[in-house]
T-cell receptor
Framework: DAGITQSPRYKITETGRQVTLMCHQT?????MFWYRQDLGHGLRLIYY???????DKGEVPDGYVVSRSKTENFPLTLESATRSQTSVYFC????????????FGQGTRLTVV | GEDVEQSLFLSVREGDSSVINCTYT??????LYWYKQEPGAGLQLLTY?????DMKQDQRLTVLLNKKDKHLSLRIADTQTGDSAIYFC???????????FGTGTQLKVEL
């Protein structure tokens, strides 16, 4: 199926564990993004990538790691999960250009207990 | 970077107009966007406006841009219950590809 998919949709993990959230897009868009959504903060950018093997920090990168070995995949890893990382995580992709639409995945609801 | 602010909640009656406001700090965004998020879903692009425009109309949606005050608004005419959602404004500082989103406005449409 064409589009952008995230997995898992829901995840509960314990403090200190490593967790990886997956994101896959089928359009070969150059740009991919990870956002977290928290009440009162809207969407905050964690990391983004302009192309395979090119990643850069966003507004709130601490505690997260990303990689982009293939254009279509952009996994986000929480190296040692903390309760403050409980959130809804959205992956997005966008083609290069000033007015191109950003397409979002359905989100991953992560709870750290 | 870009800072984008919105009020958190708006409640309107079905059939009325809704106006959702947004203020931003970086005037270098070439385009400004409105996204809609329905419950349990990701964001979807509603409309966008080029920074050289003052207004854009798209069916029930009207976007107004006041560059002097760095103020963006989205008007939804004849608001329906299906319009209940969270609405985000967004811009890309320096006209780049990295979108910065506002805090989101939750629109509740009452019968």
């Amino acid at each position: 199926d064409a589009g952008i998919t995230q997995s898992p949709r829901y995840k509960i993990t314990e403090t200190g564990r490593q967790v990886t959230l997956m994101c896959h897009q089928t359009w070969s868009h150059s740009y991919m993004f990870w956002y977290r959504q928290d009440l009162g903060h809207g969407l905050r950018l964690i990391y983004y990538s302009a192309a395979a093997d090119i990643t850069d920090k966003g507004e709130v990168p601490d505690g997260y790691v990303v990689s982009r070995s293939k254009t279509e995949n952009f996994p986000l890893t929480l190296e040692s999960a903390t309760r403050s990382q409980t959130s809804v995580y959205f992956c997005a992709s966008r083609e290069t250009g000033l007015n191109t639409e950003a397409f979002f995945g359905q989100g991953t609801r992560l709870t750290v207990v | 970077g870009e800072d984008v602010e919105q009020s958190l909640f708006l409640s309107v009656r079905e059939g009325d107009s809704s106006v959702i406001n947004c203020t931003y700090t970086d005037s270098s965004s070439t385009y400004l966007y409105w996204y809609k998020q329905e419950p349990g879903a990701g964001l979807q692009l509603l409309t966008y406006i080029f920074s050289n425009m003052d207004m854009k109309q798209d069916q029930r949606l009207t976007v107004l841009l006041n560059k002097k005050d760095k103020h963006l608004s989205l008007r939804i005419a004849d608001t329906q219950t299906g319009d209940s959602a969270i609405y985000f404004c967004a811009g890309a500082a320096g006209g780049g590809n990295k979108l910065t989103f506002g805090t989101g406005t939750q629109l509740k449409v009452e019968l």
